[in-house]
């Protein structure tokens, strides 16, 4: 493996990781939650939590 390959692929995996962190937030949420997403505040919040989440497997 070529070193562009497993640098693709590192990558690949940690796109890979916080998809399921994304989607694990979101399918955990109650149902209100999402629907009430319309306001600013919730979903910036939401959107923290989802970033905050994934920045612990940044490199």
Known sequence: MTDLEAKTL???EML???TAIAVAILSN???ST???LSTND???GMFD????AQA????
């Open 56 to 59: 612990t497997i940044e490199k």
């Open 16 to 18: 890979k990781a916080k």
């Open 34 to 36: 999402l629907s009430a």
């Open 10 to 12: 590192k990558e690949i």
């Open 29 to 31: 949420c109650e149902a």
């Open 49 to 52: 939590t989802i970033r905050k």
């Open 42 to 44: 919730r979903k910036s």
